[in-house]
Structures are given as structure tokens and as C-alpha cells.
């Protein structure tokens, strides 16, 4: 990058640069986080969670492409990638983009299912179903980008230098203009079949959800002054406030299902409507529309994790296990790189039997130097084991009335 180039980098450039990058920095680790959940604590034998595990897949491929490809030109002011390079890329980022809208609606169908067809859930979607799906999305869509790249089909999405490249879009400008752009005619369906069945699934799931939560409120408030009324000990006082507590720890539920139905919902639907803005009514007329564009679209590979870790109390809980579990890994390699670096025991056993073979009055010296020599290393996993112990005790501190519940609640929470 020249002076010249240089200069042209203003402050908001950089800002935006910066944010982008960070949004597509926490889609990488977000979703290969939830990805190592899923895989770890046996999510994956669940059908609705292999659709979860494609989606934080095609998230990560976004990610990749948009540090990579979309966004360094807006401070190098220029495409610094072969021709080659960015073919690539746009392959890759078609494939994950095509995984997104299929699952994505796969996802919707599927809380439909579970929603309406409750009693019959297990029949219509089952886990091998959903397997083969899965696979056969990814291996259709790879086959055709891998035809579209080597047939040279037109036309190449690139980072827009009409548009001080804060946003992408097709190459007009090349010998391709003539022809037409096969990935509007492969990809527009696939976009617009997407829309319409989040349009209409979305609403009708809500609706359930909303009908069937005000239903089990009014079953368990009459149910709770029946037993009011026929209390006559006070040791049933306790069954009428478990009974509460199971009301409100539903009502709970039912709203953090809401919230994750509405959030994905509302974010996909607005990146797709200023997606058809920007490239169909007025493309990047403006330049907020741009800017716009490039924002939402790096805040959508980020929802499934955020949503997921925030909204599900059992996946939020196993992800912080897994990064204690980690920590404590990250630690125990340090000690025994600091045990081949320096070649010293760390176990008292060794320590005493190696300080017998000495005179007594220097064995008696470095028997106190054992004593109290300790490495930074030990104090860190003594910390982290009662780090551990404490979250431990903090996420298992339950009521055996409060685990019955969770119990019977449990196989509802994993259909959403």
C-alpha cells in the first residue's frame, strides 16, 4: 500500500474495518466453540442439533471468507488476492451460503414439527433422516460450486471499489457482462423458498407456543387453588410453592424460547431484506445501505451461538465446562514443559528419596527447600482446581424437587 493509498484510509474506515474483523473473529470461535459442544456432551444424537452442527459450520466458512476476502480491502484500498485466490473464495463462500439457507429453513420446519406434531415428532424426524439430509446438502452443493468454478461461470462477487469497498457484490466490469450470471438463476429460488417458509412457519410456531404456555398456566393455577382450598396440614405448604416455582420456571422457558424463535427470525430477516434492497430496489445508491449490508451479514454468522449460549441453560453450562476443562489442560502442559526445561521433580516422593542419598546436614537443607519450593505452575492448578470445585457446587446446587421438574421439562427444551 502507497502514501497515496495511505492517505485515503480515513478514521471511519478503520473503525469499520476493525469491527468487522472482530465479528468475523467471534464467528470462527463462537461456532467452532458450539461445534465442540455439540460433539463433546452427545448433542449430535438429537435430530434437531445435526442441523445446528451444519449451520455453525457454514458460519465458520463465512467467517474465513469475510476476514480473508471481504473486508482487508477496505484499509489496502485494493484486491491483493490472485484471481485464482478469490475463485476460491467465492466458492467456498456459495457453499456455506447455500448450507445456510437450506438448513436455516430445515431448522424452521423442524420446531414446526415439533411444535404441532408433538406426539408424532419421532416418527416424521427422526436422526437418521435428518443425517442424510445434511450430508446430501453439502455433497450437492460443493459438486455444483466445484463445477461453476471450473467452468468459469459468471460473475465473481467481489469487494466494490464504487463503493470505497465497505461492501460486496458481482463484477460487472469484465468480459463476462455479456453473459448471464448463473448464480442469480441458481441461488434466487433457493433465497426466496427460505423467506417464504420462515414467513410462514415462524408465526404459526409462536402462536402455538403462545396458546399452549397460556393453556399449562391456567391448568397449573386452578390446580393450585385446588389445593389451597383442601390444604389442611402445613406439610403440603411446601408442594403448593413447588408448584409456583415449577409455574414460573415454565413461563421462564417458554420466553427464552420466544426470544431465540424472534432473534433468529429477525436477525436472518433483516440481512435478507437489506440484502434484495441493496441488490435489486437501489444497489448501494447509498452509502449506510453498503455499510449496512457488510454489518448484518457478519451478524448473522454469529446468532446460532449467541443465541444458543445465551438462551439454553444446559449448553450455556457445558461450554463453561468445556473452557475450565480446557484451562486446565493449557495448564498442565506448561507444567510439564517446565518439568523437561528444567529437569526438576515436582512429586514429594521423588524429592525425598533423591535427598536421603545426601549427608544429614545437607539433606536437612534441601529438605526445607522442597518444603517450600513451589512453582508458579502449582499455585495456578491449585486455583483452578477450586475454581472448578466452586462451579461445581454453584451449577449443581439443586433442589431434588426442582431436578424432578427439570427432568419432565427436559425433552421439551431440546426441540428448541
Not at 38 to 47: E, G, M, S
Not at 141 to 162: E, V
Not at 222 to 235: F, N, R
Not at 284 to 298: K, N, R, T
Request: with cysteine.
Amino acid at each position: 500500500m502507497n502514501n497515496d493509498q495511505r492517505s485515503l484510509v480515513s478514521g471511519f474506515d478503520l473503525s469499520l474495518f476493525v469491527i468487522l474483523e472482530l465479528l468475523g473473529l467471534i464467528a470462527i470461535f463462537g461456532n467452532a466453540s458450539l461445534i465442540t459442544v455439540l460433539v463433546k456432551f452427545n448433542y449430535l444424537n438429537r435430530a434437531s442439533f445435526i442441523l445446528i452442527l451444519s449451520l455453525a459450520f457454514a458460519d465458520i466458512l463465512h467467517g474465513i471468507v469475510t476476514i480473508f476476502y471481504f473486508y482487508p480491502p477496505i484499509v489496502l484500498k485494493g484486491h491483493y488476492l490472485s484471481l485464482l485466490w478469490m475463485k476460491i473464495f467465492n466458492a467456498i463462500d456459495w457453499i456455506a451460503w447455500a448450507i445456510t439457507l437450506t438448513h436455516i429453513s430445515a431448522v424452521c420446519l423442524d420446531r414446526l414439527a415439533a411444535v404441532i406434531f408433538y406426539a408424532r415428532y419421532t416418527l416424521l424426524v427422526s436422526l437418521r433422516k435428518m443425517r442424510y439430509y445434511s450430508i446430501f446438502c453439502w455433497i450437492f452443493f460443493i459438486g455444483q460450486n466445484i463445477i461453476l468454478l471450473l467452468s468459469n461461470a459468471c460473475c465473481m462477487i467481489i469487494p466494490l471499489q464504487s463503493k470505497k469497498y465497505y461492501t460486496f457484490g458481482y463484477q460487472r466490469d469484465n468480459n463476462f457482462l455479456n453473459q448471464t450470471n448463473i448464480y442469480i438463476y441458481t441461488y434466487t429460488p433457493l433465497e426466496l423458498s427460505t423467506i417464504i417458509i420462515i414467513s410462514i412457519s415462524n408465526p404459526i410456531i409462536l402462536i402455538q407456543i403462545y396458546k399452549r404456555w397460556k393453556r399449562k398456566c391456567a391448568l397449573q393455577h386452578a390446580s393450585v387453588l385446588l389445593l389451597e382450598m383442601s390444604m389442611k396440614l402445613g406439610a403440603q405448604h411446601s408442594h403448593i410453592e413447588l408448584t409456583r416455582k415449577s409455574m414460573q420456571k415454565a413461563s421462564r422457558q417458554q420466553q427464552r424460547i420466544i426470544l431465540q424463535i424472534v432473534a433468529v427470525v429477525a436477525i436472518f430477516s433483516n440481512y435478507m431484506l437489506i440484502y434484495y434492497l441493496s441488490y435489486y430496489i437501489f444497489p448501494y445508491s447509498y452509502e449506510w445501505v453498503a455499510v449496512l449490508h457488510s454489518v448484518f451479514y457478519s451478524i448473522t454468522h454469529i446468532s446460532n451461538p449467541v443465541i444458543y449460549f445465551t438462551c439454553n441453560k444446559e449448553i450455556r453450562k457445558h461450554l463453561f465446562t468445556l473452557y475450565i476443562e480446557l484451562w486446565q489442560y493449557f495448564l498442565a502442559c506448561n507444567r510439564s514443559l517446565l518439568f523437561e526445561r528444567y529437569q526438576f521433580p515436582f512429586h514429594t516422593m521423588e524429592r525425598t528419596q533423591q535427598i536421603r542419598r545426601l549427608s544429614t546436614v545437607e539433606s536437612q537443607k534441601r529438605m526445607q527447600q522442597s518444603k517450600t519450593t513451589t512453582t508458579t505452575v502449582d499455585i495456578m492448578i491449585k486455583l483452578s482446581t477450586n475454581i472448578t470445585r466452586e462451579m461445581d457446587t454453584l451449577i449443581n446446587f439443586k433442589d431434588y424437587g426442582k431436578q424432578q421438574i427439570e427432568e419432565k421439562q427436559k425433552e421439551q427444551e431440546y426441540y428448541f
